[in-house]
């Protein structure tokens, strides 16, 4: 095997290939071993959680994980000029005047302790009304997203999950009930 050190690869200055470099047709660019940088705006990794069926029923205020089902770790593979964008899909339901807060939180320990995702993200999960029910029937709210983004300038792992707490009222707060499954996706993006 045979190793080529370049600084700058270019592409002919005229021509139908004017511009570009071609990588022909059965041939791969293997980048596995160090980080390709894609331009702003690209997506450099997606990470996706288990996909949870199981009902999650919530009878405090305090705000918990749900479900370690949902944990997504994901290491930043730039530490500047990138953000992590997680997006929760799911179902809810919300009985009688009560309210429901979701929140995505971050671990930066390995697991071992969590912190609000949230803050810097526009969405102060202290508030605790992701949903909030004021009927004397039942909400069931489908394919329901929860958004965070935020920067970090670490190439150390992270680890998002969710939380969440019947912020108040008496009746049934729960994620998944009939609704298809929850998932976690975070994204890393230049």
Known sequence: MSTLHVENLKGL?????????????GQTIDASAGTLVPSAGQVIQVQKSSIRTAASTFSTTTLAEVSGNYRVSITPKIATSSYIHCTFSYHSIINDSTMMGVAIYVS???????????????????????????????????????????????????IFTIYANRSSGSSIARINDNGGGSFLTCMEIV
């Open 108 to 158: 930066t320990d390995g697991g071992s302790t969590f912190a609000s995702a949230m803050d810097g993200g526009g969405q102060n999960p202290a508030i605790g009304e992701t949903h909030r029910n004021e009927t004397s029937g039942r909400i069931s709210t489908r394919s329901h997203t929860s958004t965070f983004y935020d920067q970090y300038s670490t190439t150390d792992p992270l």
């Open 13 to 25: 200055s005229s021509g139908g290939n004017a511009n570009k470099i071609i990588v022909p047709s």
